[in-house]
C-alpha cells in the first residue's frame, strides 16, 4: 500500500511540472532564433480519451462561452479524440490535395514582374508545412503560430497547442491550473514571432459534425458489441449430473467447441445450437453509420461521392469541379489574405529585404482552371487575330520553340484559290522572272543538244573512209 502512494504522489509531481525556456540559448550565426519562445513555457496535461458523448461536446461549449474565464481545452480535446476517423481522414486529404497541388510565386504588383528570390523562399518545405497548418486552422479552429529561427530557406516554427489558448481573450495559458498566469499573444513584442491563422472562427468547420463524428464512434462501437454477441450462435448444453466437476468439465468443452466445433462430453450430455435470428441488426447499424459519413463528408468537401465506390463518374467528376473551384477557391483566398498581411510583413520584419512592400502572394491556377486542350483552343482562336508571344506559348504548352515556320503562299489553300491568285496579275508579275529562268534554262538544255548531234564524232554514216 505505501509503494503504491508513493507511485501516485511521483505521478501527480510528473502532472504538475511545467517547462521554462531557456533564456541564455544562444542564436545561430547565420540566422535568427527566438530564445524565450512561449512553446517552451507550456505545460502538458492529461487528455481525457474516454467514450465520447453529445453532452461532453456540450460542456465544451459551455466553458468555451463563460463570461469571465473562457476555457478551449475540452473543445480541443475532444476534436483530437474525433479526428482519428477514417472517414473524416480522407475527406480532409481531398480537400487539403485540392490547395496543395496549385503552384505559387510571388509578384510584384506595379510592376507585374516575378520575385524569382521571393518565389523561391516560399517554395520551401516550411511554407507547405505553413498552409498545411493554416488549412487546419480553416476545418479544426483557430490556431496560434510562433516562429523559432528564420535562417536563409530554413524557417522553423511550431502550433501552440490548441487547448492551451483562448482565441477570444488573445491569451495563452501555459498552466491551465493558473487562470492568473497567462500571455497576451497579440501584444506587438510578439508580432515579429507570432501569427494567428483563422481568427474569425474558434471553434472551425468541424464543429457543425462533431455530434455526427460521436455517434458515428458510439455506434461503431455498438455494432462491435453486437458482433461478439450474437455473431457467433449461442451454445448451450444439459446434463443430467450435477456434480461440480462434471459441470466444470462441460463447462471447459463448450468453451473448446466455441473455438475448435469438436467437443468430448460426458455421458448424458446434450449440446444445442441457437442460431441469433435478427435480420435488420446489419441495416440499423450500417445504415445509421453511412448517414453520418455522409453527413461528415458533405461539411467537409460538399459531396459524399468523392469517397464512395458506389458513385458513378458523371457525379464524381461534378462534385471534384465543385470542389476544386469552389471549395478550394475560397480556402486560398483566405490563404492569400494571410499570407500578404501577416507572413509576408512578419518577413520583413525579420531581414529578408528582398520582399518589397509591393510584392504579393498569389496562386497560378489559370490553366489549372480548364482542360489543356480547351485552352489550346482559345489561343489558337487568339492567335487568328492577334500576334501572341513564342516564348508565352513555349512556356505554357512546353513545347521548344526555335523559329517562325517559312510558309508557301499556296500552302493550305484549295484549288479553285490557288487558280484565282494566279490570274492575279501580283502573282502573274511574280511568277513571270520564274517562268523566265525555266525558259532559258530549256533554251540552253536545246542548244547544248544541237551541238552534240552536229558533232561529226557523233555521226558515223559521214565518216570520210577514203582515208
Known amino acids: 500500500m505505501k509503494r503504491n502512494a508513493l507511485n501516485k504522489i511521483k505521478n501527480n509531481q510528473r502532472l504538475n511540472f511545467a517547462p521554462v525556456a531557456k533564456a541564455d540559448t544562444q542564436p545561430l550565426k547565420s540566422g535568427k ?3 524565450n519562445g512561449i512553446i517552451m513555457q507550456v505545460a502538458k496535461a492529461y487528455k481525457d480519451r474516454s467514450r465520447k458523448q453529445i453532452q461532453s461536446w456540450r460542456m465544451s461549449l459551455t466553458a468555451i462561452e463563460h463570461i469571465e474565464t473562457p476555457r478551449y481545452n475540452r473543445y480541443f480535446d ?13 475527406q480532409v486529404l481531398l480537400r487539403k490535395s485540392a490547395t496543395l497541388s496549385i503552384n505559387f510565386q510571388i509578384r510584384n504588383r506595379k510592376t507585374g514582374e516575378i520575385n524569382e528570390l521571393g518565389s523561391e523562399l516560399f517554395q520551401q518545405k516550411w511554407f507547405y508545412k505553413y498552409l498545411n497548418t493554416e488549412l487546419d486552422s480553416i476545418i479544426l479552429g483557430t490556431r496560434i503560430i510562433e516562429f523559432l529561427e528564420f535562417n536563409g530557406h530554413s524557417i522553423k516554427f511550431a502550433v501552440v497547442p490548441p487547448r492551451n489558448t483562448v482565441p477570444s481573450q488573445k491569451r495563452i495559458y501555459p498552466d491551465l491550473g493558473k487562470d492568473k498566469n497567462f500571455i497576451q499573444y497579440d501584444d506587438p513584442i510578439y508580432k515579429p514571432w507570432v501569427i494567428e491563422l483563422n481568427p474569425d472562427n474558434h471553434l472551425g468547420l468541424i464543429n457543425d459534425i462533431i455530434p455526427n463524428l460521436i455517434w ?46 469438436v467437443g468430448v462430453f460426458p455421458e448424458g450430455t446434450t449440446i444445442k445450437f441457437d442460431e441469433a435470428n435478427r435480420t435488420d441488426a446489419f441495416n440499423v447499424y450500417s445504415k445509421f453509420i453511412e448517414h453520418n459519413s455522409n453527413e461528415i463528408a458533405g461539411v467537409l468537401v460538399g459531396s459524399n461521392t468523392l469517397g464512395s465506390n ?42 529578408y529585404n528582398y520582399l518589397s512592400d509591393d510584392d504579393v502572394f498569389e496562386w497560378i491556377e489559370s ?74 534554262l530549256k533554251e540552253h538544255e536545246i542548244s547544248d543538244t544541237n551541238k552534240e548531234i552536229n558533232n561529226p564524232a557523233n555521226k558515223p554514216w559521214k565518216k570520210d573512209y577514203s582515208s
Open 216 to 261: 458515428k464512434r458510439n455506434v461503431a462501437q455498438s455494432w462491435a458489441e453486437f458482433c461478439e454477441k450474437f455473431g457467433m450462435p449461442l451454445i448451450s448444453a444439459t446434463t443430467n449430473n450435477n456434480n461440480s466437476t462434471h459441470i466444470d468439465n462441460v463447462e471447459k468443452q463448450l468453451l473448446a467447441l466455441a473455438e475448435a466445433s
Open 310 to 351: 458506389e458513385s458513378n463518374r458523371s457525379n464524381t467528376e461534378v462534385h471534384e469541379r465543385s470542389l476544386d473551384y469552389k471549395i478550394s477557391q475560397a480556402d486560398r483566398r483566405d490563404i492569400t489574405f494571410t499570407v500578404n498581411d501577416e507572413l509576408i510583413p512578419l518577413l520583413k520584419l525579420q531581414g
Open 78 to 90: 475532444l476534436q483530437d479524440d474525433l479526428v482519428t476517423d477514417g472517414t473524416y481522414k480522407t
Open 367 to 440: 490553366k489549372e482552371e480548364i482542360d489543356l486542350i480547351q485552352y489550346w483552343t482559345i489561343v489558337q482562336g487568339l492567335m487568328q487575330n492577334y500576334e501572341v508571344e513564342q516564348d508565352w506559348i513555349s512556356e505554357t504548352f512546353n513545347i521548344p520553340i526555335v523559329g517562325k515556320k517559312q510558309m508557301s503562299e499556296f500552302e493550305g489553300l484549295s484549288q479553285s484559290e490557288i487558280k484565282a491568285k494566279l490570274e492575279n496579275g501580283k502573282f502573274m508579275a511574280m511568277l513571270t522572272p520564274i517562268l523566265e529562268a525555266v525558259s532559258k
Open 33 to 35: 532564433q527566438n530564445t
